[in-house]
Nanobody
Framework: QVQLVESGGGLVQAGGSLRLSCAASGGTFSRYAMGWFRQAPGKEREFVAAISRFGINADYFDSVKGRFTISRDNAKNTVYLQMNSLKPEDTAVYYC???????????????????WGQGTQVTVSS
């Protein structure tokens, strides 16, 4: 059983930056591809970014490309999401997730992830 704990959310003005962290425990971190998703009020959970087990591959939702960067440190069992040039439409609860699988085209789907964190709120004011 893998436990995931997100941190780093908060309130920021438009154009600002935040770095989210997700600390994993209870499993061998390098066995898991990791993803970040977000959910705004009244909307479905959507894919933000994903990274392969050793950080070789990464994928981003179109609206965050060039602004967000996903990375991981397997020695620290942690995945990060650096968010720059934040916009009000980035406001959501952000979740990290772990998928015990190799990298493939389905990393954008919530169904391939085995474990989820509790989420951290990101609010971007205009």
């Amino acid at each position: 059983q893998v436990q995931l704990v997100e941190s780093g959310g908060g309130l920021v003005q438009a154009g600002g930056s935040l770095r989210l962290s997700c600390a994993a425990s209870g499993g061998t971190f390098s066995r898991y591809a990791m993803g970040w998703f977000r959910q705004a009020p009244g909307k479905e959970r959507e894919f933000v970014a994903a990274i392969s087990r050793f950080g070789i591959n990464a994928d981003y939702f179109d609206s965050v490309k060039g602004r967000f960067t996903i990375s991981r440190d397997n020695a620290k069992n942690t995945v990060y999401l650096q968010m720059n040039s934040l916009k009000p439409e980035d406001t959501a609860v952000y979740y990290c997730a772990a998928a015990q699988r190799g990298w493939d085209s389905r990393m954008r789907f919530t169904s391939v992830y085995n474990y989820w964190g509790q989420g951290t709120q990101v609010t971007v004011s205009s």
